[in-house]
């Protein structure tokens, strides 16, 4: 359940870091997870179908990319446009493939691994091990990007875009491409969990799948203070709100389902009440940048 958070999180961090705030992750993902099960589909392998939703969330991060950082647009309204456009063209696409009643296919999906030895530790073993390649990747992400924006020349790049893009112009750092670049890496990765979404989790496509987690990780990267490691422990702990609600419903209680449902969402609210007013921004954040 954490896995397309952590995956998404990562590359919006790396986003407002440089001072770009991507609303359009839902968009995105959602692109990603369309992407993802149309290449498995017609190629019978999820790593090529996990390549094209990466590619498809590339695109349209180039997208959003050229009309904020390049033409200068507002990056709210923007995202939120991105959004809508997503929504509409994986539906359309989906039902002019499959039909006009979408029924949903099962796709080839990636298989589980068991790790030689761990998977033997009691309690341990069932944690670490029996889950999917996607799965492992995307936690491995987490101490990459550590590694790339706290101790490579490229994360002080990055960093001081986002703080002060006028002094990182002075110093030599071409500010929209530092910018562009760290939104088309956020596009693959929210790509890859969309893939995630159709090739892991639900092994096919439905319209409107990604159910919100773009928001989510909006919150996410608020909690984890804009920190890769910060932001899995929070990923983690929205994982398991997700995962104790279907397990209250597998239980069969007379509570309505829907208040179990409403568990992540109404984290996310929580959150953003507790923690947003006390959070740090980087200071140059949806602000876009013009040499003149």
């Known amino acids: 359940m954490a896995t397309p958070l952590v995956m998404t999180s990562i590359g919006e961090i790396f986003a407002e870091r440089s001072g770009v705030i991507n609303i ?26 996990l390549l094209v939703g990466m ?48 029924t949903a296919l099962t796709v080839q999906t990636f298989e589980p691994i068991d790790i030689p030895l761990i998977d ?52 030599g750092i071409p500010v929209n491409r530092v910018r562009h670049g760290c939104i088309l890496a956020c596009g693959i990765l929210t790509g890859a969990a969309g893939s995630y979404l159709s090739l892991a989790h639900a092994n096919t496509f439905i319209e409107g799948m990604s159910a919100g987690r773009g928001f989510i990780v909006l919150a996410i990267v608020i909690i984890g203070r804009w920190h890769p490691v910060g932001a899995m422990g929070a990923a983690l702990l929205f994982g398991i709100a997700n995962a104790v609600q279907f397990q209250f419903q597998a239980i069969g209680t007379s509570i309505p389902y829907q208040l179990f449902l409403m568990l992540p969402y109404v984290l996310t609210l929580l959150v953003l009440i507790f923690f947003a007013g006390h959070a740090r921004y980087p200071a140059a954040m949806a602000q876009a940048y013009r040499k003149d």
Do not use: C, K
């Open 120 to 171: 033997r530790i009691p309690l341990i073993g069932n944690i670490l091990s029996g889950h999917t390649a996607p799965v492992y990747l995307g936690f491995l992400l987490v101490p990459v990007a550590v590694w790339l924006l706290f101790y490579t020349t490229l994360g002080l790049s990055i960093r001081a875009v986002g703080e002060s893009p006028m002094a990182a112009d002075a110093a």
């Open 24 to 49: 359009g992750l839902e968009g995105m993902m959602l692109t990603g997870a369309l992407g993802g099960m149309l290449g498995s589909y017609f190629t019978g392998s999820p790593w090529i179908g």
């Open 55 to 102: 590619g498809a969330g590339f695109l349209l991060a180039g997208l959003f990319s050229l009309v904020t950082v390049f033409l200068g647009s507002d990056q709210v309204v923007t995202g939120a446009a991105l959004n809508l456009l997503a929504l509409g063209l994986t539906g359309v696409f989906y039902r002019q493939i499959f039909g006009i009643t979408g």
